[in-house]
């Protein structure tokens, strides 16, 4: 699992049957400040988040079939949850980033 | 899951069962962010002929590139799933 920030849709017509109704988004792995750091993932979304959004991504195979319901689901990386708050330890400092 | 721009196509007559009438593509991986290449091309199968030369693509790889075809079984490592319009 990993931090991202939604940067951008991904707008599609023709799709596998698996990836109809749902949505794609572009997300740049960020570091607990909120910093972009650089890599960047396709991730399907499941928790209806916007572009710009701080959000945990993660997914492993079979994960997807199991909770879209499907029979065969391509899909590994989903959004599943939008982050509020982060809490971590830089150094000896203990820092709180507020994010809505 | 990766964005990818597919920038040539593969040619083989002789293949395995599985993925016989499916077309295979050079597919380049780049940056959805600014769209600049990363990493080296990579070869991609097509069960749902979606793409095109020149076509930008989203990738799945590995245990779910399998499940891209209908058979649920294919000896791939990356699947075409999406053909990508546009990013907002």
């Known amino acids: 699992m990993f931090l991202a920030r939604v940067k951008r849709k991904v707008v599609a017509s023709a799709k596998h049957p698996a990836y109809n109704g749902k949505r794609v988004f572009v997300v740049q792995t960020v570091n607990p400040e909120g910093k972009e750091k650089g890599e960047e993932w396709l991730a399907m979304d499941y928790v209806s988040a916007g572009i710009g959004d701080i959000v945990v991504c993660g997914g492993a195979p079979g994960v997807a079939k199991d909770i879209f319901k499907l029979d065969l689901a391509p899909i590994r990386t989903l959004i599943i949850a939008i982050v509020e708050r982060i809490d971590y330890k830089d150094g000896n400092r203990y820092c709180t980033v507020q994010l809505r | ?88």
């Open chain 2, 1 to 88: 899951m990766k964005l990818a721009k597919v920038i040539g196509v593969v040619w083989a007559t002789q293949k395995v069962p599985e993925i016989k009438g499916c077309r295979l593509f050079v597919v380049q991986p780049v940056n959805g962010v600014d769209m600049k290449p990363k990493n080296k091309p990579i070869v991609a199968a097509d069960p749902h002929s979606l793409a095109a030369t020149g076509d930008y693509v989203v990738v799945v790889t590995n245990t779910d590139a399998t499940q891209a075809f209908d058979s649920g079984f294919a000896p791939v490592n990356a699947s075409i799933v999406e053909l990508v319009d546009d990013l907002d």
